[in-house]
Nanobody
Framework: QVQVIESGGGLVQSGGSLRLSCLVS????????MGWFRQAPGKDREVVAA????????NYADSVKGRFTISRDDAKSTVYLQMNSLKPEDTAVYYC????????????WGQGTQVTVSS
């Protein structure tokens, strides 16, 4: 059974930083593409950042480009989201998800971690 566990959320002031971590078990992590998503109250879930199985390709939502960085450590089966220059509009529940190599659908999801940015 695949487990996806996020950590690192919390309350931070505008302009501050947080680093989210996501530990995956039950699958060969190096064969998974990984993504970070977020959902704010009353809004649809949106993709924030994604990284390929090799780590050689990353993509970001326009709203976070230049501020957020996704990375992975296959030895630790962990994907990270470094969030800098946080804004109140970044407040949301952040989810980590994994997808099998060659597939576009994310099948493995974590329970989410709350990020709150105060103004």
């Amino acid at each position: 059974q695949v487990q996806v566990i996020e950590s690192g959320g919390g309350l931070v002031q505008s302009g501050g930083s947080l680093r989210l971590s996501c530990l995956v078990s039950g699958r060969t992590f190096s064969a998974l593409g990984m993504g970070w998503f977020r959902q704010a109250p009353g809004k649809d879930r949106e993709v924030v950042a994604a990284i390929s199985w090799s780590g050689g390709s990353t993509n970001y939502a326009d709203s976070v480009k230049g501020r957020f960085t996704i990375s992975r450590d296959d030895a630790k089966s962990t994907v990270y989201l470094q969030m800098n220059s946080l804004k109140p509009e970044d407040t949301a529940v952040y989810y980590c998800a994994g997808r099998e190599l060659g597939l576009s659908k994310y099948d493995y999801w974590g329970q989410g971690t709350q990020v709150t940015v105060s103004s």
